[in-house]
């Protein structure tokens, strides 16, 4: 059964937790970096727990009140191509065009039924190669 990591700081706790019932309906096996509480945690942490599980076979998910924390600090570990998404198009071409590995959501910016929408999109779209393959290899200094 295909794998996703999943994490979050408070901001995204209750998302993440909704994140994990969808993922579990499409089949995957769901692990939880955590946090296990909403309790104020800083979200690097859980990012950095999530990014440096994710491989060539495994897509991650991070949840924070925007988004964006999860994803400047994931994008700070190595072959991780984390990308905020706020809709479904996002979804797919942070797939398609930029082989992202994680999904990054704002619970605070979307409601349920687009996250959902979002994490069915992301998870369900292949990379396309190609030209993108040429130029996701050039992020690579
Ligand atoms: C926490 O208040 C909030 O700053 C965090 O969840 C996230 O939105 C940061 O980018």
New binding site residues.
């Given amino acids: 059964m295909p794998k996703v990591i999943i994490g979050s700081?408070h901001?995204?706790y209750e998302l993440k937790e909704f994140a994990k019932e969808i993922l579990t309906g499409m089949g995957y096996e769901v692990v939880d970096a955590g946090p296990e509480t909403a309790v104020s945690c800083d979200?690097p942490e859980y990012a950095f727990k999530v990014a440096e599980q994710v491989d060539a076979d495994t897509l991650g998910i991070l949840v924070?009140?925007?988004g964006?924390?999860?994803s400047m600090a994931a994008n700070k570990v190595k072959g991780i191509r984390a990308a905020v998404c706020t809709n479904e198009y996002m979804a797919v071409k942070a797939r398609e065009h930029n082989n992202a590995n994680i999904l990054c959501l704002?619970e605070r910016v979307i409601g349920k039924g687009l996250a959902e929408d979002i994490i069915k999109a992301f998870m369900t779209t292949d990379f396309a190669g190609d030209r993108h393959l040429r130029r996701i290899n050039l992020f690579d200094k």
Avoid: A, K, N
């Fill in positions: 700081d901001g995204g979200y924070c009140g925007t964006l924390g999860m704002g």
